[in-house]
């Protein structure tokens, strides 16, 4: 399965607190956003989705 990305606009103050609660619950943004618009889609559509898939990317290597 594909990922897509989609651009999507919000104030900015809007993202900080996106950010903010989704660090809070141990979460990427991406992850958190589509946990959060998950809650508002019917419970039959909801339970019929694929799992969410891995980022597939290599974690980042603290060069410091």
Known sequence: ???QRKSITQ???WWA???LQ???EGMTL???M???????LPSGVNSA???RPPANR?????ST
């Open 1 to 3: 399965m594909n990922s």
């Open 11 to 13: 104030p900015a103050d």
């Open 17 to 19: 607190a996106f950010q």
């Open 22 to 24: 989704a660090q809070a």
């Open 30 to 32: 991406s992850e958190w």
């Open 34 to 40: 589509g946990e959060c618009c998950r809650v508002y």
């Open 49 to 51: 989705l694929l799992d």
């Open 58 to 62: 290599p974690r980042k290597i603290d």
